[in-house]
């Protein structure tokens, strides 16, 4: 049985005037993401841990950010690709977990929203998909509200 595990990390400024963009849910707030594509860090972080689970490098390898194809493109598209690319290796994700860490605004009312648009996204079963958020409790750039940070692991298994 061929089980693999990998872990994904992103971290995106927050500026004024962008949008929010979290699992392909635009969620209203002042401040939103910088970012080459539409700076979902959630899906970014996701991409990374499926990725390093076939040790295929990283989200930068694949679609670099000095590509103009990319820019401003949907992480969600991004992350079928990424799919894909697991589907060529024979594998299929058992379960993702994320944890984005975030001082504002609250978001817990959207993580069922985003796990319905990453499960339909994927064609993964929504119990397999975990979402989690938490604050940095004031400090650092998440407490000072400057920036956003998503953790992700994902297991995979070969067909």
Same mark, same amino acid.
């Given at each position: 049985?061929?089980?693999?595990?990998?872990?994904?990390?992103?971290?995106?400024?927050? @500026?004024?005037?962008?949008?929010?963009?979290?699992?392909?849910?635009?969620?209203?707030?002042?401040?939103?993401?910088?970012?080459?594509?539409?700076?979902?860090?959630?899906?970014?972080?996701? *991409?990374?841990?499926?990725?390093?689970?076939?040790?295929?490098?990283?989200?930068?390898?694949?679609?670099?950010?000095?590509?103009?194809?990319?820019?401003? *493109?949907?992480?969600?598209?991004?992350?079928?690709?990424?799919?894909?690319?697991?589907?060529?290796?024979?594998?299929?994700?058992?379960?993702?977990?994320?944890?984005?860490?975030?001082?504002?605004?609250?978001?817990?009312?959207?993580?069922?929203?985003?796990?319905?648009?990453?499960?339909?996204?994927?064609?993964?079963?929504?119990?397999?998909?975990?979402?989690?958020?938490?604050?940095?409790?004031?400090?650092?750039?998440?407490?000072?509200?400057?920036?956003?940070?998503? @953790?992700?692991?994902?297991?995979?298994?070969?067909?």
């Amino acid at each position: 049985m061929d089980i693999r595990v990998g872990n994904g990390y992103d971290t995106h400024p927050l @500026i004024k005037g962008k949008n929010l963009i979290l699992g392909g849910v635009n969620i209203p707030h002042d401040k939103g993401i910088e970012g080459h594509s539409d700076g979902d860090v959630l899906i970014h972080s996701i *991409i990374d841990s499926l990725l390093g689970a076939i040790s295929k490098r990283d989200i930068g390898y694949h679609f670099p950010s000095n590509k103009s194809e990319f820019q401003n *493109i949907s992480s969600c598209i991004l992350l079928k690709e990424v799919v894909k690319k697991l589907s060529v290796e024979g594998y299929k994700i058992l379960n993702i977990d994320s944890t984005i860490i975030l001082e504002a605004p609250p978001i817990s009312n959207f993580i069922g929203s985003m796990i319905d648009v990453i499960s339909n996204e994927i064609e993964l079963n929504k119990n397999r998909i975990s979402i989690k958020a938490t604050t940095n409790d004031g400090l650092g750039f998440i407490g000072r509200g400057e920036g956003i940070s998503v @953790i992700t692991t994902s297991l995979i298994i070969k067909d």
